[in-house]
């Protein structure tokens, strides 16, 4: 091996393994309840429609421990944002035309409807935008009802003469089953499971900055093409095992800053090769944290 390759993969190696240092250490801490802060989650549908056109996608997030303890819950937490995506035409390539908004609401009331099944009616109303304009179809007004059913984890929609509009799944079991399940690889798993954790749009910078970098560098070497495989394999299932941890907002936020953030850093400042191999050995590292006693790892 080249000696000043070596000394990079060295470095970055060294880098990565820090970074790991401190997600080890918030995947291993001990729980405390009475400091730890409710957990967002998000509800999300998708068109599987070969035309979209003229229909809305949704991604919904709200509190569940506001919805269980609605009325001893603090405003902040009772707040729910609704972001849509409309597909407003379809191009000769198959590209779309969208609108995209994102909704501010505030839960207004809810109420135990069904205690074995752990469902909730929940009302909500609008507040304010936070990005672009108010967007929702022409059958909600800016009263919303909610069915949350806790237990089995999806949110429907009603529309405003009360009849069942759409069934939002569970964002975090949607992404395991979609894309491992169906096999849809176009995506950065790791990147996308990040970026949505903080709410951010699928056309945000970190997104666009890893996409670009995958398919315009990584895909132009036999080493990188070979990295992209291995990271296919194994990205859906660490999502799916950070999703099932008791702190996984802290594991996305922790990975956002350390993994996401310090990769697009490396790609920006011309640093392909070091951004290829820190990418490489955290996700590696996190398939030994998420994964102990596996056997079969993959070499990078």
């Given at each position: 091996?080249?000696?000043?390759?070596?000394i990079?993969?060295?470095?970055?190696?060294?880098?990565?393994?820090?970074?790991l240092?401190?997600?080890?250490?918030?995947?291993?801490?001990?729980?405390?309840?009475?400091?730890?802060s409710?957990?967002?989650?998000?509800?999300?549908?998708?068109?599987?429609?070969?035309?979209?056109?003229?229909q809305?996608?949704?991604?919904?997030?709200?509190?569940?421990?506001?919805?269980?303890?609605?009325?001893?819950?603090?405003?902040?937490?009772?707040?729910?944002?609704?972001?849509?995506?409309?597909?407003?035409?379809?191009?000769?390539?198959s590209?779309y035309?969208?609108?995209?908004?994102?909704?501010?609401?505030?839960?207004?009331?809810?109420?135990?409807?069904?205690?074995?099944a752990?469902?909730?009616?929940?009302?909500?109303?609008?507040?304010?935008?936070?990005?672009?304009s108010?967007?929702?179809?022409?059958?909600?007004?800016?009263?919303?009802?909610?069915?949350?059913?806790?237990?089995?984890?999806?949110?429907?929609?009603?529309?405003?003469?009360?009849?069942?509009?759409?069934?939002?799944e569970?964002?975090?079991?949607?992404?395991?089953?979609?894309?491992?399940?169906?096999?849809y690889?176009?995506?950065?798993?790791?990147?996308?499971?990040?970026?949505?954790?903080?709410?951010?749009p699928?056309?945000?910078?970190?997104?666009?900055?890893?996409?670009?970098?995958?398919?315009?560098?990584?895909k132009?070497?036999?080493?990188?093409?070979?990295?992209?495989?291995?990271?296919?394999?194994?990205?859906?299932?660490?999502?799916?095992?950070?999703?099932?941890?008791?702190?996984?907002?802290?594991?996305?936020?922790?990975?956002?800053?350390?993994?996401?953030?310090?990769?697009?850093?490396?790609?920006?400042?011309?640093?392909?090769?070091?951004?290829?191999?820190?990418?490489?050995?955290?996700?590696?590292?996190?398939?030994?944290?998420?994964?102990?006693?596996?056997?079969?790892?993959?070499?990078w």
């Open positions: 091996m080249d000696r000043r390759k070596f990079k993969l060295t470095n970055t190696g060294a880098m990565a393994t820090l970074a240092g401190g997600f080890s250490k918030i995947l291993n801490a001990q729980d405390d309840s009475n400091t730890s409710p957990m967002l989650y998000s509800y999300f549908n998708i068109i599987s429609d070969s035309d979209k056109t003229g809305y996608e949704f991604f919904l997030t709200l509190y569940k421990a506001a919805v269980e303890s609605f009325t001893t819950a603090a405003d902040e937490y009772k707040a729910v944002t609704i972001k849509t995506k409309y597909y407003i035409s379809k191009s000769a390539e590209t035309e969208t609108r995209q908004s994102e909704a501010k609401y505030i839960m207004q009331s809810c109420e135990l409807v069904d205690a074995e752990k469902k909730y009616l929940v009302l909500i109303e609008y507040q304010e935008n936070v990005t672009g108010y967007d929702m179809p022409a059958d909600f007004l800016k009263k919303i009802y909610l069915h949350v059913f806790i237990k089995d984890n999806y949110v429907i929609l009603y529309d405003k003469n009360g009849q069942i509009y759409k069934q939002l569970s964002w975090d079991d949607f992404y395991y089953d979609y894309y491992y399940y169906y096999d690889l176009e995506d950065c798993f790791l990147t996308s499971a990040c970026t949505r954790s903080r709410n951010l699928d056309d945000c910078h970190e997104l666009e900055t890893l996409r670009s970098f995958r398919d315009n560098y990584m132009n070497s036999e080493r990188g093409s070979k990295l992209i495989e291995e990271y296919y394999e194994m990205g859906p299932s660490i999502v799916f095992n950070i999703n099932e941890h008791p702190k996984k907002q802290a594991l996305w936020d922790y990975l956002f800053t350390s993994l996401v953030s310090t990769s697009v850093v490396l790609i920006e400042e011309g640093k392909m090769e070091e951004a290829m191999d820190y990418y490489a050995e955290y996700v590696r590292g996190l398939n030994v944290l998420l994964k102990p006693g596996d056997e079969n790892l993959n070499e």
